[in-house]
């Protein structure tokens, strides 16, 4: 059997996080439709158009360690998806529901600000500098999506559920 | 049909969160077991004790909603878990295990992160001032904790994993 490097840490987890984003994709979709007010909307959307654009940079450092961008089953955002489904269905038509929607999308964002962090890390003791400036651009954007999402529930969203009550 | 208000999303969150401390306590014992080097172990069983003391707090909250403490299936912890697990099995024995764990170890501290910044604005929002500071202080325990493994991830296991290639 082949030792297992960090090398093919890396791999698995550039892997893990191609599954999530995919998924996550479709997610932000669901959410977008879902969301009661404008604003939420449209962070979801904004999102989304980021998240093909951290798909593209993780098929380009398949492409430097000349292998097939190729997503494995990860469990975790298939978890986390799953209860933000759950809000969606439970909470549809109630003052609350955005509130769970942007929470629901805080924790993907964490999701992916812990597997982007990490990858840098290892991309940086491997020696591929180039792979590493671009999981820092994505973990960047990241961090600002998050910011984004407590500030639009700060200001509106859980306000909003707690004046309906 | 009762009608879903943040009250609702707050103690929902609440029972999602403690479900998913006492997983986490369980999985820090085997990141413990499992991991190679000492201070891996000893991170780990530090997280532990502390992960005792936020469930604690979780159940102060619960008593201040005259609520009895109850978990509810955290299908996102469980998939964060999971993926530990994986990683336990597939990289033991090699020099990339305790990267390998130390960035399982992480993607739980963001979930919890995630979790208890949410959970800490809805208590505000709320009015619940106690319970806004409980979940504070957690959070601000879990921020530490994700620093204290990325400098061990940094100082010790990549280089270890990445001189033993």
Same mark, same amino acid.
């Given at each position: =059997?082949?030792?297992?490097?960090?090398?093919?840490?890396?791999?698995?987890?550039?892997?893990?996080?191609?599954?999530?984003?995919?998924?996550?994709?479709?997610?932000? %979709?669901?959410?977008?439709?879902?969301?009661?007010?404008?604003? *939420?909307?449209?962070?979801?959307?904004?999102?989304?158009?980021? %998240? @093909?654009?951290?798909?593209?940079?993780?098929?380009?450092?398949?492409? !430097? =360690?000349?292998?097939?961008?190729?997503?494995?089953?990860?469990?975790?955002?298939?978890?986390?998806?799953?209860?933000? @489904?759950?809000?969606?269905?439970?909470?549809?038509?109630?003052?609350?529901?955005?509130?769970?929607?942007?929470?629901?999308?805080?924790?993907?964002?964490?999701?992916?600000?812990?597997?982007?962090?990490?990858?840098?890390?290892?991309? %940086?003791?491997?020696? !591929?500098?180039?792979?590493?400036?671009?999981?820092?651009?994505?973990?960047? @954007?990241?961090?600002?999506?998050?910011?984004?999402? %407590?500030?639009?529930?700060?200001?509106?969203?859980?306000?909003?559920?707690?004046? *309906?009550?």
């Amino acid at each position: =059997m082949k030792q297992k490097t960090l090398e093919s840490l890396f791999h698995d987890g550039l892997r893990d996080i191609y599954y999530a984003e995919r998924k996550i994709l479709k997610a932000l %979709t669901q959410l977008g439709r879902g969301a009661e007010s404008e604003e *939420a909307k449209s962070a979801f959307q904004t999102h989304k158009e980021e %998240t @093909e654009g951290q798909i593209a940079r993780l098929e380009q450092i398949f492409e !430097m =360690m000349d292998k097939r961008p190729r997503g494995k089953t990860c469990p975790a955002i298939d978890g986390i998806i799953e209860e933000g @489904e759950e809000i969606l269905e439970e909470f549809k038509g109630g003052p609350a529901l955005d509130a769970g929607l942007i929470a629901a999308a805080q924790a993907v964002e964490h999701y992916e600000i812990a597997r982007y962090g990490t990858l840098k890390r290892w991309a %940086t003791v491997l020696g !591929m500098n180039d792979a590493a400036q671009l999981l820092d651009e994505t973990l960047k @954007e990241e961090y600002a999506t998050d910011e984004k999402l %407590t500030k639009l529930a700060d200001d509106d969203a859980n306000r909003h559920a707690v004046a *309906a009550e």
